[in-house]
């Protein structure tokens, strides 16, 4: 589960810190545990390039004057023991070929927030109208709606027809997709689209054309989404995306039912999932 915290913000003042210092970091990390439990805490870090302060590439090279931001994707405590855990992080880092690590502060999981939802990403409904499209506002949600989500870009070739962009723009009003910010559109109503995410993507020095990057909740929502495209472009262009979040915390949940030695019916229904995240 990916989450926003007011807290989290210390994470990447840190690493502000180290940028000041330094020409460039490698391959960062970031690793985090209970205090009282190392084993009870699976998480795992992304770090993602901004370009035009919204729109994000995972990356793992940090530059001085790069603009980099660090989401983890973690399971929430059951709270069965206590109504709230710390959570303590290090980022580990390279630099020249040598490691280094720099512990992160601490950030409080309180039982209240799972309740009344202050850990979920939040956009039009709960955020301040004012603030809308305030890009400090809306690309930390981004991120975090991204890191747990299936991604995958496609083509429409909207630049070879100006009639394209017009079809696209009639799709996004039929399926409730709400524009939050420029080329940033998400489908915040309930229903089989619900938490999807279009972004239009900057046009490619290489390729030249505009691509649309869409991030789902599951296999199956892609799968609607890319079906309702074809009905207005039936030669929509596709590319696979893996993200690996996602595919790392599948296939670990399949290799922890081989250590166990589960039924081999159990283990089929792993490996189904395995084979449905990584192609």
């Not at 990447?12 to 391959?27: A, D, G, P, T, Y």
Request: contains cysteine; hydrophobic residues 40%; aromatic residues 10%.
């Amino acid at each position: 589960m990916a989450f926003i915290s007011s807290t989290s913000t210390k994470f990447f003042e840190v690493f502000s810190m180290l940028r000041q210092h330094i020409q460039k970091i490698n391959n960062p990390q970031i690793y985090v545990s209970f205090k009282e439990d190392d084993d009870n805490l699976r998480g795992m870090s992304t770090f993602w390039k901004l370009e035009n302060e919204i729109f994000s590439y995972q990356t793992n090279e940090i530059y001085p004057s790069g603009q980099v931001v660090a989401t983890v994707v973690l399971d929430l405590p059951k709270f069965d023991e206590r109504p709230f855990y710390d959570i303590y992080g290090t980022i580990v880092y390279e630099v020249e070929e040598r490691e280094y690590q720099i512990s992160v502060p601490v950030i409080r999981l309180k039982i209240d927030d799972t309740i009344d939802s202050g850990y979920q990403v939040k956009f039009l409904n709960h955020v301040d109208p004012t603030r809308m499209k305030d890009v400090h506002v809306i690309s930390p949600m981004i991120l975090a709606l991204r890191s747990t989500s299936i991604e995958k870009n496609v083509d429409i070739q909207m630049k070879r027809d100006p009639e394209r962009k017009k079809h696209f723009l009639k799709f996004l009003k039929k399926y409730s997709f709400q524009e939050i910010h420029t080329n940033v559109h998400f489908v915040q109503t309930t229903g089989c689209l619900m938490h999807c995410l279009i972004e239009i993507l900057p046009i490619s020095p290489v390729e030249k054309e505009e691509k649309l990057r869409i991030s789902s909740r599951s296999n199956h929502q892609m799968n609607i989404i890319i079906g309702l495209l074809r009905e207005y472009f039936p030669d929509l262009l596709t590319e696979e995306n893996v993200n690996p979040v996602n595919a790392a915390m599948v296939l670990m949940e399949e290799l922890k039912l081989y250590l166990k030695d589960t039924s081999t019916a159990n283990r089929q229904l792993a490996r189904i999932a395995t084979d449905l995240v990584i192609p």
